[in-house]
């Protein structure tokens, strides 16, 4: 699955891919953000480091749907 957002400070797609490997499934979750200005830079200043948290976090129940 894709999916997308853009503004004028940040340009988003988002890719979800589920894969079953037997009786395990994998998630993979792929971020591209393209910066656009000033104000899109500081906004991604505390997102980035969070991300790498929040998002396996946030995808990890899909897994077992």
Do not use: F
């Amino acid at each position: 699955m894709l999916m997308g957002d853009q503004d004028k400070h940040l340009g988003v797609v988002l890719s979800l891919h589920r894969r079953q490997e037997g009786p395990n499934v994998l998630l993979t979750v792929t971020t591209v953000v393209h910066v656009h200005n000033r104000m899109g830079r500081i906004y991604m200043l505390p997102v980035t480091p969070m991300h790498k948290l929040i998002a396996p976090a946030t995808m990890k129940p899909l897994a077992s749907a």
